[in-house]
Structure formats: structure tokens, C-alpha cells
């Protein structure tokens, strides 16, 4: 064959090779050109006796076919012997194929001592003699394969088998391991569980079965894996009677529980349908990525507090899934008359609000707002989908504040898109206040309604989180009101009312109301809240136009009878010029009572009205990203790393405070193409600079276009970490504080485009922003061409030390490190010391074996400690982690690598 996969010249070490799957890999690899070291102690399936009588006819075997073989005889237990029999025949070893085994099945409670060790020796301490014995020529070789045999028994368990499964799900572990540490040398390590049938299978599976199960459907995955051109490393496969597949680790998405929470038993009792369920997976590859959960919480910070109905953790910004909505003129005209609109048929303004052909224009009363969203909670609430550690029902809330506002006047139809998140959580003591905040857009992405429905939850308070904030900012003032109005509300209009989509049966049904001690359906809150919108907008807005509405805010403070008088008393209050800047036209604040009983129902409340009617924005014709319009770039021209980071710079001169704040120098080292951005938010007001800075506490490595992703969205930057895309340096936890960088104004990015696409000058780069733009068209970049130097950069310090002991002490381990090279193989890492009181820089290569002094950014490690300390560390009258400890040592990087510094005290 022209593509067979051969094996001249490499030499392989099949351990238990006399039979079955052993003899069955031994003859492929012999016959496609492997010296091949047969070895077999010749004893039964369950480890007793011994012959040379097995291999010695494997090897005759390989012969007849043309190939090389010897036979080995050893024990799996002394597998140097075995190593050292391919050595003494063929000079090397290339392979290692640990297949011996033998069975002890018995059930747990008869199992003895003997039938346990047994198996643990030849199985797990046999691979690893012989693996370990072949390892040190695998890796100085710089090439290595290894396969591990485990079983379906050790994946999934087997009756009568503990001692196999201990031992056979043993060997895939260390094979994963071994795989980590043998990748940089080429050395890839695999795990097989296969099932074929052999002296092992032979006494457990039935005749008919055994036949179908050849060896020989085994070997050809041994011999892929094998080969110097399979890549695949750290696997794990089944295979067996013609199938093949990879396994890997699935486990739930579980549940988490945020720091400082009380974690007790009934705590797991209550989560262990989320705990245990695999609706929802997650494929962890590596340490990293199990602990990625983990991290995440220890980021996230202290728990806010919950109980058995509120997880203020799971819920506070949480975010509902998007709804759709619509509504027709039918639909507004409808809700006017829920609100007590046209009660007067000849009333020329409120007919205006429910007639659609009025000669002077049809309006949607504001306060219709409210219905499109409440629409959208209830439909996701019918669906059963509510945001995740809200855990209670209808009977234990009440709508307890309303907030409403509206961008610009709302049209009589429209087709909405909805998003929702919990805004904000407050302990109130006995009841938890929970706001939930629900943005709505029109068809062109354009924001139309902001809502925020303040729900009280009985019993839910208590869990010591925030109060909220404090003061009544809309109390009415100690005069007459400007303005009153008086209205009785009809019998019927909570049944005119609940057309408009609440169909809460308290406001129709009396054996209901009853049932929750009213005597008689009570009013909906909504519809008091459209009639003193009303009330407001009739007495105060400019020849009583609706379209002047800007928002609207109560609290709702009792119920309303159909039947009853409303009495809504307003006084208008001094604006500020803070608001007169934001187009407020005028501040309404009220109250409304129930005339009948004296009794407040709405408090606390306040209508805002626009000096001027908001127009509706031009239809955009870019792209539209969460409702909002994309600015575009410069025709041609798309944004560069180089764009990013100045306008960064420029959003530091503008927020000089953030400085104080951050106390933070962060490091972005991008590739392809290559470039490194220092942003300094310790010194003065901080800068965004090119220059490489030693004093960088956290390093930031990435590809230009994950760093792209990342700005623009389409990458989250803790998966990018997880995935091992995003490597963070230094003090992890300060990554945190860059969450500034996501108020940044893309329009910032964008001036900068247009500025480097010719669309304007370029600005000059302040004193604090030392970058220059991109080289135009580039499609990353933030280094190459387009990336200018830095005049006045300061090198880090080089010169000798003097009257310090560290150039004395890297002088000897340079000669140490020369001599000796074992220590490359031991660290294998670079080393960054940074030597203080006298400063000094050294590096030492444990990789090339090389100790010089200066600075290499691409150390493995920094180490930053006093001369004093490191002489200590070489006497040995301090040790690495006692001066970590007390803060006298600092290590960034990979801090597993500080813990190898032992050495340092050979050079005493």
C-alpha cells in the first residue's frame, strides 16, 4: 500500500504480548517495520505461573513475517529489565504499549488483601515501571508514544471487578497526567478500553460473543495512535467489535453558591434538581476549565444575600428571554377607555384618544407604556419562565411601585421587541422589593419605553442585603396644591379595564376577591395609574397634548373600589438646571386619594413633561446591536487594536478620577500581528503608552482578533480565559477592575477611524496618550507599520549592580546551571528575578540553560523580592514560601514554577 503507515526503524515494547490483544498488536507492528520487544511471564489470566513459551512463539511469529523481535520474560513489576532488554537488542525505545493484566473477580465483601495488591501491582505499579523506566529516553529523544489499557469496568463500574476498576481507571488518570508533562517532548500519551476477547474475557463473556470480539479490531486504533504522525494526546477511547469513539467528561451545569452564603445540608437538598440535572453541560478538558466555576464565583465576590424565595446572587442581573409584541389602534383606543378616557363622548381632547379618524390626530395616551410590558411579563409568565432564583408565586407579591418612560410619543400601532432584567433587590425587613426593569424597541431599534416594576415580596425580606436608597425625593410640600381633580371611578371599568391584557381574576371575579379578603374585585393599580396620568397631563401639560409626557413614578399605597372618587392633588416643583439640561419641561408631584374612605392610594409620585414634543431619529441604516444603532466606520476602513487603544487613551483624559480609583498598571501583549500596550491607571491620570513597563501588576496576552472579539462582543473574555486563549499575568484579580472599559463610547473608536481614514485630521496624541493611529486598511495591528515608536522610553535597568550580593550569587549559578543540567530538565522554565535595595534584573533560562543579566518578556515567571531576601533564600535561612507569605516575595506568572527555587540554595 502507498500510504500504509509504517513503523521502520521504531522500536516498541508491548508488555503482555503472548495472547490476545497483546500478541495481536506485536504482529501489526512487526510486520510494518518496528523491532519489536514481545514481553510475557508466561502465566494464567489470573497471575499464576510462568513460561518463556508465549512470547517465544509471538517472536517466531514476527519473524516468519520478516520482522525483528525479541522476547522478554519479566515481570511487569521489574519493568527496567524490560527497558533494558530493548536497549540491549536495538539500541532505543520508541514505544511503550502496556497491555499486561490479569483478573481476580470476586465479589467486594469475599475479596482479600492478596486479590487486591495483585492487581494494583500488575496493572497500575507495572505500567508505571516500565513507562517510567522508558520515559527519560522518550522525552531526551524528543519523541515518544505510550498507551495505557483500561477497561469499561473503570469508566462505569462492574460488579466483581472493584479491584480492576480501581486499578483500570488508575491508568487512565496517569495517563492524562503524563500526556501534560511528556507534550512539549513530543511524548503523546493514550488510553485504550477496549473489549476483545482474550484468556481475560474468555471466562466472563459468552462463547458467541468472544468470537465477534477479535483482537484484531483492536489494534489498528494501538497503531494509529502510535504513529509519528498522530497528534492526539490525553485520550481516552472505547473500542471493540468494529467501533471506535472517544470519550471525555460531561458533568452538569450545577449549581453555585456565592461566597460568605450559609451552605447547609437542606441548602443541597433544595438545589439537587439543578445540581443533578443534564439539561444543561458543560465538557470540562482540563484542570483549568473544571475550576472555571470556581474562579468565577471567587471573582464574583461576596454573596449579596437570599433566602428560600429571593437568591439575590442567581437574580440580581438577570436577564429574561426577549419577547415579541404588537399592538393595533384598536388596542390603544381600548386602553383610553380603561384609563376613563371619553367619558364625554364631545370632549375634542379625550376623543382624540379614543377616536382614530379625529381631524386633529389620533394619540396613544402614554401611560399605555405600561400595558406592552406587562403583557411581556405575564406571557413569560404563563410560559413558566421566570428569572432563575426567583422562587415564588402570585400569592405573596404585590405591585408596590410603577416607574414609566417614554423616549418620544408613542404610535397608535407598533411591533415591539421586549428585553427584561432584574434590576435591583432591597431587604425591606419583612419583604423583599424586587425592580425589574423591561426595555422596549420599535422595528428600527430605536428605544421607545422604559419600565420598572417594583414588586413586593411578603416574607422575603431579612436576608441582610441593602435597603436601597433612602429619602422620599417626591413628597408634596406643605402648601395647597396647585392643582386638584376629582373623578368617580364607574362600577364596571375593572372589567373595561382588564381588556387591556390584565386578567388577574381579584379585578372580576368576587368569590376570588373574597377569597383574598376584599369584599368585592378591587381595581387594578395600573388603571389608578393611567387615570392620574391623566389627572396630570390634562393640568399641566401645554393645551393638555399628551405627546409633552416625558415618565411617570408612583408608589402604590392602597386599593381603589370600582364605585369609589379619586382625588388627585398636584403641585408643580423648581426645576433644576441639571434638569432643564436634560429637555424636562416641568416636575409634577402628586398624590390620589380615595374621597369615600380618606385613604392615600397612590404616594410618592411624580410626572416629568418635555419642554419640547421628542421627534422620532432618522431610520438608521447600519446594523442594529441590543436595540441600538451601530455607528459605522469609515467606508473601507474597519477598526484596529491601534484605534482601540487610543480612544482609550482619549476616554482617560476625560475621566482623569479613574486613576485614584484603579491604582492599576495593566499590560496587553496582542500577536498576529504582534503588538504591546501598557495602560497606566497609577501615575497622575493616567496614560496609554507603547512602552513596556516593569511595573506592569497584570498582563493581559491574546490574539489581535480575540482582543477585537472581545471589544466588540463577540467574544467574552472569561471564556477566552477558560479556553486558554486569554493568559492573565501578574495579579489576576485586578482584571476585574478594567469592567470601566465597557462605558467606553464606541464613538470614541469611531473618531479615530475616520481620522486615520482621511475623514479629518488626525488629533495629536496629549502628553498622556503616546500612540499613534493604525496603519490604514490594516485589519488588526496593532503593532507593525502602524504602530509608532515611542520616543523617551526608559529601558529597564541593566547596569551592574554594586555592593549587592545578587551579581555574585547569579554569577555562581550560571556556573551552577552549566554543570549541572539537570536542572533544565527539572524547572524547565524562565525565570524573571527583579532584585530591589539595590535594583537589579536578572534572567535565568531553565529552559536553554542560560543566566544573564536584564529583562525577558517572555519569562515563565517573575520573582520580585530584596537583595537581602534572595541572599536568605541561598543561605537557607529563609524559605520561598515564608517570605511570600509576610508579602517580602511577589511571584507573577505561573507561581507553580516558584516553588522549583529550591535550588537557589546549592549555591551556599
Known amino acids: ?119 494494583y501491582r500488575v496493572h497500575v505499579l507495572g505500567a508505571f515501571r516500565v513507562t517510567h523506566a522508558a520515559w527519560p529516553y522518550l522525552r531526551d529523544q524528543g519523541y515518544g508514544r505510550v498507551i495505557m489499557t483500561a477497561s469499561a469496568a473503570g469508566i462505569y463500574g462492574n460488579f466483581g471487578q472493584a479491584n480492576y476498576s480501581m486499578a483500570k481507571l488508575g491508568v487512565a488518570g496517569f495517563a492524562s497526567t503524563l500526556a501534560i508533562e511528556g507534550k512539549k517532548k513530543n511524548v503523546n500519551v493514550n488510553t485504550i478500553a477496549p473489549i476483545a476477547g482474550s484468556r481475560m474475557t474468555e471466562t466472563i463473556l459468552p462463547p458467541e460473543l468472544i468470537a465477534s470480539l477479535k483482537p484484531e479490531y483492536v489494534t489498528p486504533l494501538v497503531a494509529w495512535l502510535c504513529h509519528e504522525n498522530c497528534e492526539e494526546t490525553g485520550g481516552l477511547f472505547e473500542v471493540g467489535g468494529g467501533f471506535f469513539g472517544k470519550l471525555r467528561w460531561e458533568r452538569t451545569k450545577g449549581q453555585t453558591f456565592r461566597m460568605g452564603r450559609a451552605i447547609t445540608p437542606e441548602t443541597v437538598k433544595s438545589s439537587w434538581g439543578k445540581i443533578t440535572s443534564f439539561e444543561e453541560t458543560e465538557h470540562p478538558a482540563n484542570v483549568m476549565q473544571s475550576m472555571a466555576p470556581i474562579l468565577a464565583n471567587v471573582q464574583a465576590g461576596p454573596s449579596l444575600g437570599g433566602n428560600e424565595f429571593v437568591d439575590v446572587d442567581l437574580a440580581l442581573g438577570s436577564e429574561l428571554p426577549t419577547i415579541e409584541s404588537s399592538y393595533t389602534e384598536r388596542d390603544v383606543a381600548l386602553y383610553a377607555l380603561g384609563i376613563g378616557a371619553a367619558k364625554d363622548p364631545l370632549d375634542a381632547k379625550d376623543l382624540q384618544l379614543v377616536y382614530e379618524l379625529h381631524g386633529e390626530g389620533f394619540h396613544t395616551f402614554p401611560t399605555f407604556g405600561v400595558a406592552p410590558a406587562l403583557g411581556a411579563v405575564l406571557q413569560l409568565m404563563k410560559e413558566g419562565k421566570q428569572a432563575p432564583g426567583l422562587n415564588y408565586g402570585f400569592d405573596r407579591v404585590l405591585h408596590g411601585e410603577q416607574y414609566t418612560e417614554i423616549k418620544r410619543p408613542l404610535p397608535t400601532n407598533a411591533k415591539l421587541v421586549h428585553k427584561a432584567r432584574i434590576k435591583d433587590i432591597f431587604d425591606k425587613g419583612k419583604f423583599a422589593l424586587v425592580v425589574t426593569e423591561i426595555k422596549s424597541y420599535d422595528e428600527s431599534g430605536e428605544e421607545l419605553i422604559v419600565n420598572e416594576m417594583t414588586t413586593f415580596v411578603r416574607g422575603a425580606g431579612g436576608f441582610g442585603g441593602s ?19 376629582t373623578e368617580p371611578i364607574p362600577e364596571n371599568q375593572a372589567l373595561l379595564y382588564r381588556l387591556s391584557g390584565d386578567w388577574n381574576p381579584l379585578h372580576a371575579d368576587p368569590n376570588f376577591a373574597q377569597a383574598f379578603g376584599f369584599q368585592k374585585p378591587i381595581l387594578h393599580g395600573l388603571c389608578t395609574f393611567g387615570y392620574v396620568g391623566r389627572h396630570v397631563v390634562r393640568s399641566f401639560a401645554p393645551n393638555g397634548d399628551p405627546r409633552y409626557f416625558r415618565s411617570i413614578k408612583v408608589r402604590f399605597a392602597d386599593s381603589v373600589f370600582p364605585g369609589e372618587t379619586l382625588v388627585t392633588e398636584m403641585w408643580k416643583q423648581e426645576l433644576s438646571e441639571g434638569d432643564k439640561a436634560k429637555g424636562i419641561g416641568a416636575r409634577i408631584v402628586f398624590q390620589a386619594k380615595v374621597k369615600e374612605r380618606d385613604k392615600a392610594v397612590i404616594s410618592r409620585a411624580a410626572i416629568e413633561l418635555y419642554e419640547k414634543i421628542p421627534q422620532p431619529k432618522p431610520a438608521v441604516a447600519a446594523g442594529k446591536k441590543d436595540g441600538k444603532a451601530e455607528a459605522a466606520p469609515a467606508a473601507g476602513v474597519q477598526p484596529t487594536s491601534a484605534d482601540v487603544f487610543q480612544a482609550i487613551g482619549k476616554y482617560l483624559e476625560a475621566n482623569a478620577q479613574l486613576a485614584s480609583k484603579v491604582q492599576t498598571v495593566f499590560r496587553f501583549v496582542l500577536t ?145 546551571v552549566a554543570k549541572d543540567k539537570r536542572l533544565v530538565d527539572e524547572v524547565g522554565a524562565v525565570l524573571q528575578f527583579r532584585i530591589q535595595e539595590p535594583d537589579a534584573a536578572w534572567v535565568v533560562d531553565l529552559k536553554s540553560g542560560a543566566v544573564k543579566e536584564g529583562t525577558d518578556a517572555a519569562a515563565t515567571t517573575v520573582l520580585t523580592l530584596k537583595d537581602a531576601d534572595l541572599a536568605a533564600l541561598v543561605k537557607g ?6 517570605l511570600y507569605q509576610k508579602g517580602a516575595l511577589r511571584v507573577d506568572g505561573d507561581v507553580r514554577v516558584a516553588q522549583r527555587i529550591g535550588f537557589l540554595k546549592q549555591l551556599a
Request: hydrophobic fraction near 35%.
Open 672 to 816: 498576529d500581528p504582534a503588538s504591546a500596550w501598557t495602560i497606566d491607571l497609577k501615575s497622575g491620570n493616567g496614560s496609554v503608552s507603547t512602552e513596556t513597563s516593569s511595573a506592569a501588576d497584570t498582563t493581559l496576552e491574546l490574539k489581535d482578533t480575540d482582543f477585537m472579539d472581545m471589544c466588540t462582543g463577540k467574544a467574552d473574555a472569561q471564556k477566552l480565559y477558560f479556553g486558554g486563549k486569554l493568559k492573565i499575568s501578574g495579579n489576576v484579580m485586578a482584571s476585574q477592575k478594567l469592567e470601566f472599559l465597557k462605558k467606553l463610547d464606541p464613538n470614541l473608536v469611531l473618531e479615530v477611524v475616520k481620522a486615520r481614514a482621511g475623514g479629518a485630521p488626525p488629533p495629536q496624541p496629549s502628553a498622556a496618550l503616546k500612540v499613534g493611529p493604525g496603519e490604514p486598511g490594516t485589519s488588526g495591528g496593532g503593532g507593525g507599520p502602524g504602530a509608532p515608536s515611542t520616543p523617551g522610553a526608559k529601558p529597564s535597568p541593566t547596569a551592574p549592580t554594586k555592593n549587592a550580593e545578587a551579581a555574585g550569587i547569579f554569577a555562581k549559578l550560571k556556573e551552577l
Open 1 to 119: 500500500m502507498a500510504n500504509e503507515l509504517r513503523f521502520d526503524g521504531k522500536v516498541v515494547i508491548i508488555t503482555g504480548a503472548g495472547n490476545g490483544l497483546g500478541r495481536s498488536h506485536a504482529l501489526l507492528f512487526g510486520s510494518r517495520g518496528a523491532k519489536v520487544v514481545v514481553n510475557d511471564l508466561g502465566g494464567g489470566h489470573t497471575g499464576e505461573g510462568k513460561s518463556s513459551a508465549a512470547a517465544d512463539k509471538v517472536v517466531e511469529e514476527i519473524k516468519a513475517l520478516g520482522g525483528e523481535a525479541v522476547a522478554n520474560y519479566d515481570s511487569v513489576e521489574d519493568g527496567a529489565k524490560i527497558v533494558q532488554t530493548a536497549l540491549d537488542h536495538f539500541k532505543r525505545v520508541d514505544i511503550v504499549v502496556n497491555n499486561a493484566g490479569i483478573l481476580r473477580d470476586v465479589s467486594f465483601p469475599k475479596m482479600t488483601q492478596d486479590d487486591w495488591d495483585l492487581i
Open 877 to 882: 535561612t529563609e524559605q520561598p514560601q515564608s
Open 467 to 485: 435597603r436601597g436608597p433612602g429619602g422620599d425625593p417626591y413628597m408634596p410640600p406643605e402648601r395647597a396644591p396647585d392643582a386638584v381633580v
